[in-house]
């Protein structure tokens, strides 16, 4: 059924649109799910896109060659193959590759989450054929919570160490922005502190219509003025030297892995919020469920439990074990 579409270690070839999906390197064309860097990588001869996507390779990477923008819902036509892209609710600009020849529909994911995210389009079901998903949190122990109660924590926090501030350690393409948008959402009004280092994807987002209203650099600010504020930097910064100009922080993470408490202890996280841009295994199997596709291609992660319970639910499955997916710092 499908000898057009073809997996390799290091992303998948559509030889009858010539093109890959996410190749983990430069190819003359490329579809490109979302901007992580291990999806999204420069050197491409073309790369198709949405504008979020492409705006964000271009902060990340410079400006590519070949950009190609291709907005949700409007499809091209690659060789024999059209290709459409609907939104994967993972970061902003993030989407599903829709593709469909000879009568038979694939979608590729990338990665995605059913949960609201205030910074990006939400997840759209696609019915397809064949269906290609991330399994990050490919096991039943992993359930995210609701987002508005791992916000709570935060606020509680200094609520109750008001002469604290909380440091949150967030992956600086996604994670931030959304943590920002969330306090937010919850009635947070006042300045959020931000490390230097994600200042220009913050902007970023706020030009391509994201508020995440009054944002200071972190590091021009001084522990008097930060105390019972929140401030943001990436996980590499907790325990960096950066961190002793601020007042007695206590120390959080904002990742899918914090539901596992060696995880925390390992990077000396007082406040765990588990706050995730993937789907967990419950909205895993519901999509699967919802989708009920002839056959589930998994790309990374937990791979062997998701194969199984395809299986164990009449759906042929297989996994690809693409190399060079990171799922560290969620």
């Not at 994600?198 to 030009?207: G, K, Q, S």
């Not at 000396?268 to 291609?297: K, N, Q």
Request: glycine share 10%; aromatic share 6%; proline share 7%.
């Amino acid at each position: 059924m499908l000898d057009w579409i073809i997996p390799h270690p290091t992303g998948i070839e559509v030889p009858s649109g010539s093109f890959w999906i996410d190749p983990s390197r430069p190819v003359p064309r490329a579809v490109i799910t979302h901007g992580h860097a291990d999806h999204a990588r420069g050197g491409h001869g073309e790369v198709i896109a949405t504008p979020e996507t492409l705006a964000i390779m271009e902060a990340r990477f410079g400006p590519q060659a070949g950009a190609r923008p291709l907005s949700y819902g409007d499809t091209v036509r690659l060789g024999a193959v059209d290709v459409t892209l609907a939104p994967a609710g993972h970061v902003l600009g993030s989407a599903q590759a829709v593709m469909d020849h000879k009568g038979v529909r694939v979608v590729a994911s990338g990665d995605f989450k059913r949960r609201l995210d205030p910074t990006c389009e939400p997840f759209r079901l696609v019915p397809c054929d064949v269906w290609i998903t991330e399994a990050t949190f490919g096991l039943p122990v992993f359930v995210h919570p609701e987002t508005r109660g791992e916000i709570a924590k935060v606020i509680d926090a200094l609520a109750a160490e008001p002469d604290r501030c909380v440091l949150i350690g967030a992956y600086a393409l996604g994670k931030a922005q959304r943590v920002i948008a969330e306090l937010r959402r919850a009635g947070w009004e006042r300045p959020i502190y931000v490390h230097g280092a994600m200042m220009r994807l913050c902007n970023l987002y706020r030009d391509l219509g994201v508020d995440l209203g009054e944002l200071r650099p972190a590091t021009g600010g001084n522990k008097a003025e930060m105390a019972g504020q929140v401030v943001i930097a990436p996980p590499s910064a907790l325990g960096d030297r950066w961190s002793r100009r601020l007042p007695d922080p206590i120390t959080a993470m904002a990742s899918g892995w914090m539901r596992v408490r060696q995880r925390a202890r390992q990077r000396g996280v007082e406040l765990p919020l588990i706050i995730s841009d993937h789907a967990d295994w419950g909205e895993l199997t519901d999509t699967i469920a919802e989708l009920r596709p002839r056959e589930v291609w998994v790309t990374h992660g937990r791979e062997e439990a998701l194969v199984r319970w395809c299986q164990l639910n009449q759906i042929r499955a297989r996994a690809l074990e693409l190399v060079g997916r990171e799922d560290d710092d969620d």
